[in-house]
């Protein structure tokens, strides 16, 4: 890790000053030789990593309608710290963020961090059946460099830093995490997906709204109440959301599947759909 190599201050000056169409063709510059440890992930259905084990399902094309968005918007607007936040636990956010990571980084082309903010009940390392590591709190509680907690995870191309020991009660990340803190890792990734608390505490998503450039909500179909959604617009602000995320949605997968002609498999298993809007 002493070798590690960032882009000069010059270069990521001319990335900012870039015309869009100069911007997107910086973007196709393979990153897959950044000096970080691997990790491998076996892939199953359990992962619900619907763009690597089904790519031909809705799940997996909305994520791509979602990658397609994403990059012209970074074009035009010069996104690269997104914030990925739900209104209630259990609407789907880490699962949305590991699909994303994975669809942005179009396996290793580009730089995508999958930073794990939810210090409070991390999840990211279970959901890939990775073993834990040091990861943000142990970082920021140490002051030590969070280059070195992080890793690629392959065969999906994306990199990850981890929440790290679980953090009991509220604050830390508030208290904690400063632009300096992102600045550092935007001199080497293209993409920063911030995996965040719910927007409950309301403190703590404010923090991180500060520190990104934009929100990605992701509510579940059916489940999400309305007055959640209406709430988290609320303390988001709408100027700061991009997008919603609707997670679970039925229907979609018969449409794909007569265009496709492919059927889903006997298992009794429902999957996850995803209608990104």
Request: with cysteine; charged share 25%; hydrophobic share 35%.
């Amino acid at each position: 890790m002493q070798n590690r190599t960032y882009k000069a201050e010059s270069e990521k000056d001319e990335i900012l000053d870039a015309t869009s169409d100069e911007f997107l063709k910086g973007l196709e510059r393979a990153d897959s030789d950044l000096p970080f440890p691997v990790e491998t992930v076996s892939v199953t259905e359990e992962c619900r990593l619907v763009i690597q084990t089904d790519p031909r399902s809705a799940g997996a094309d909305r994520f791509r309608l979602v990658q397609m968005r994403l990059r012209h918007l970074q074009a035009s607007k010069k996104l690269r710290n997104l914030l990925i936040t739900s209104p209630t636990p259990g609407d789907g956010k880490s699962t949305v963020a590991i699909n994303l990571a994975t669809a942005l980084a179009e396996k290793g082309k580009r730089a995508v961090l999958l930073l794990e903010a939810d210090v409070y009940r991390p999840s990211l390392l279970k959901k890939l059946g990775l073993s834990p590591w040091a990861g943000l709190t142990e970082c920021l509680d140490n002051k030590s460099d969070p280059m070195l907690a992080i890793r690629r995870v392959d065969p999906m191309g994306f990199y990850i830093l981890p929440g790290g020991t679980p953090t009991p009660g509220g604050n830390f990340l508030q208290s904690t995490l400063t632009p300096q803190f992102f600045e550092g890792l935007a001199t080497t990734f293209k993409w920063i997906l911030v995996d965040s608390p719910p927007t409950t505490p309301m403190a703590e998503i404010l923090a991180l709204k500060v520190l990104t450039d934009a929100t990605l909500l992701v509510a579940r179909a059916g489940e999400t109440p309305r007055e959640g959604i209406e709430s988290a617009i609320q303390t988001l602000g709408r100027d700061h959301i991009i997008g919603i995320v609707l997670n679970g949605m039925e229907g979609l997968e018969k449409v794909y599947s007569k265009y496709y002609g492919y059927v889903q498999p006997n298992d009794g298993s429902k999957g996850t759909r995803f209608n990104g809007k």
